[in-house]
């Protein structure tokens, strides 16, 4: 996401938007558990505009923003940002929240004993089905005219897939090491020159929804399989816990170097950003969790409990 955000570099774009946003969707599914619709809309709104105001402010301090030009509509139409075309918000990746909303509440977290929650699997197939016909009958932009919520509809088959392997108790380590080599193999040597995008936010498919939503899971599990054979470390352990921290501070800590460093190579960037985030994150860990979407009670027992959102 911070690269794909940064980068203009079309060969390294093709790779990462092949199947980054799938992988972070199957994620979304496999480690969903229903929570109440008012935890999980208070929740992913605390961080967004307060995150959303940190940007404002950065923009403020580097002229990006004139200060005669602020009123209360303008911070609130820019924070909210619910369609295309609304000036840019101020929560970079904005539609990620409201597709992945949406699809947990659609799915579960108004009540679990829905319909949509116990046929997910058919309900997913079908989004699939109509999603190889997009364009056809109607784009998913003029059906529900430009608003984000629209993204629900292209992403849900991806959570719902991770919904099915946690269901099915899938684990990485279940997948040979070697068998996996040969694919991944293949999926660097021909992403490049087939420009299989699986851009959600664009609705670009490349030949199709269906071609790169397959080959978009597929490299996702490659790529979780990988990831598990890794040493476990806190850095990357505590990166995993703040995806709404990177997703609302990297684009403005990306251009703080730029303005501070300009003769600096862009990818020291990265990694510096990365690592302000990580510092972040432990900060808003011990004093403020509700910023990483995490909740703590106090129970009558005095006993602190945690639930994350």
């Not at 909303?101 to 579960?108: A, P």
């Not at 949509?116 to 005219?145: C, Q, V, W």
Request: one cysteine or more; a positive charge; aromatic letters at 16%.
């Amino acid at each position: 996401m911070v690269v794909g955000h940064w980068t203009s570099n079309d060969i390294l774009l093709s790779y990462i938007y092949s199947f980054h946003m799938p992988a972070l969707f199957i994620v979304s599914g496999y480690l969903y558990k229903p929570h109440s619709w008012v935890k999980t809309i208070v929740g992913f709104s605390i961080p967004i505009v307060f995150f959303s105001l940190v940007n404002l402010a950065v923009n403020l301090l580097l002229g990006d923003v004139p200060a005669n030009c602020l009123s209360f509509q303008y911070v609130l139409t820019r924070t909210i940002d619910w369609r295309y075309g609304l000036r840019g918000g101020l929560f970079p990746g904005i539609w990620f929240i409201y597709a992945l909303v949406g699809i947990r509440l659609l799915l579960g977290d108004i009540s679990r004993k829905k319909v949509s929650y116990k046929y997910y699997i058919p309900l997913a197939i079908i989004i699939a089905m109509y999603m190889a016909l997009e364009g056809h009958p109607a784009d998913i932009n003029t059906l529900f005219r430009g608003y984000y919520i629209g993204t629900v509809v292209p992403a849900l088959p991806f959570f719902c897939l991770g919904m099915f392997l946690k269901d099915k108790s899938w684990h990485p380590r279940q997948l040979d090491t070697y068998k996996f080599i040969l694919p991944l193999v293949m999926f660097f040597l021909l992403i490049p020159t087939t420009k299989n995008y699986c851009d959600i936010y664009n609705s670009r498919y490349g030949y199709s929804y269906l071609v790169a939503a397959i080959i978009a899971c597929g490299f996702s599990l490659l790529l979780f399989v990988l990831t598990y054979r890794l040493p476990s470390l806190r850095f990357v352990e505590t990166i995993s816990k703040g995806t709404m921290v990177v997703l609302g501070t990297h684009m403005s800590i990306l251009r703080i170097l730029n303005h501070l460093l300009p003769n600096v190579i862009p990818l020291s960037f990265l990694v510096i950003t990365i690592i302000v985030c990580y510092y972040i994150i432990l900060l808003c860990e011990r004093y403020c969790p509700v910023l990483l979407g995490k909740w703590r009670y106090i129970s009558f027992s005095d006993k602190p409990t945690s639930s994350v959102i």
